[in-house]
């Protein structure tokens, strides 16, 4: 696949990626059409309070969001997917719930043609109570612990594999596994399904729920630790690894193309390389993007990391070297 991308927008390259700092809209009128399999992204949040890493008012966030929807859509395969990750939010001085990500559902659907495949629910359980005023301060609300992700698709028929993100059986499972005769007896239920005896049948795993318990917990990663050595702060709203791991296995094969047009400190680029997927990260803010570099420098002494940073941040598109035993090429 071409990629007529141009130079000067490159911050670095792995051998199965490209890391790009632009506006996405930019970016992806320059794609082959139907090229993406996947666009994995978490975008600003519609919150009240201003971010460092930019973020839309409320009132204008829907609009604004649904400029990047239209431009992503001639790049998606027939087959492939949008997963959009989205925090709740309140209104402002009041303890009542914004609908900014939900008219952001029902406007990619009714405006612009897609698809809801699914909804996924992210759970953070290591999520500090929020907001302060109605969690904290006056005990009015619960905490917010609880994206929303809307599995969009461009048709009725996305590519996915749930078979490809198994999760552990449950103990009682495992039980029923072992020993099916002496504890399951098939019948139809009151749901009115008929279960039958093949149910007890050993399938490597259970098909996952579409809520999603991750706790954001990183604190002693190889980024953190490297963002030290260099004495720049870290991109302030990262996600878990395991959040795009999930979407990239479920819904892509090895070497399809995976593209985040909010990529922060490029955690999608890094899983997908992981799992052998090509990929495009799209970050707006150049020192961000050149600082998620460092993802693909596990291992660097602190004067190699240093080097190739200030050479990055130069405007050099460097090609970092891939993994041991990585294998395969982009270009």
Known sequence: MRIDIPPSLHVYRTPLGLQVSADSREVLAKLPHESVDLIFTSPPFALLRKKTYGNEE???????????????????????????DLGGAYQRGRPVRSLYNFRVLIEFCDSLGYHLAEEFYWHNPAKLPSPIEWVNKRKLRAKDSVNTVWWFSKTESPKADVTRVLVPY????????RDPDRFYRPKARPSGHDIARSFA??????IP?????????????????????????????????????????FLTDPGDMVVDIFSGSNTTGYVAED?????????LDRG???????RFMDGWSDEELEMAVKRIDQGEPMLLKPRAGQQGTMF
């Open 201 to 206: 049948r050993e399938n490597a795993g259970a």
């Open 275 to 283: 799992l052998g997927r090509r990929w495009i990260s799209i970050e």
């Open 58 to 84: 409320q009132a204008e966030y829907v609009s604004w969001l649904l400029d990047f929807g239209r431009a992503a859509l001639p790049v998606l395969r027939a087959t492939g997917s949008f997963v959009l």
């Open 209 to 249: 729920s579409n809520l999603l318990q991750i706790p954001n917990t990183e604190s002693n990663s190889h980024y953190l630790r490297a963002c030290g050595v260099l004495g720049r702060d870290s991109h302030p709203a990262r996600f878990p690894e395991q959040l795009p791991r999930f979407f990239i296995q």
């Open 288 to 294: 961000f993007a050149a600082l998620s570099a460092v």
């Open 170 to 177: 449950s103990e009682r499972m495992k039980t029923l596994l």
